[in-house]
């Protein structure tokens, strides 16, 4: 069964469509780069490692030492992880089997 987003537009099927196109890591700092702004990069970035971190069961402290997220940050990602559409769940799952 296909997930249908409550989000899903055209526009935004497009920019998912661009994200594809990318090949490598060098095509995604270009694209990144020119479309978000280096504190919105950061902050994609910091809730990817939150997640991955809460996946791994550390605690709400440890995480907030090593990636200075807030605990309301923290909490919000736990919750996606918990009642979300699976998308963390599902690229953290592809990561590890990468490293394999």
Sequence with gaps: MAYESKFKRDDIDELFDAILTLRDREDCYRFFEDICTVNEIHSISQRLQVAKLLSQKR??????KITRASTATISRINKCLLYGADGYRRVLERLDKEKE
Excluded: K
């Excluded at 605690?59 to 907030?64: A, L, M, V």
């Design 59 to 64: 605690t709400y402290n440890e995480i907030e």
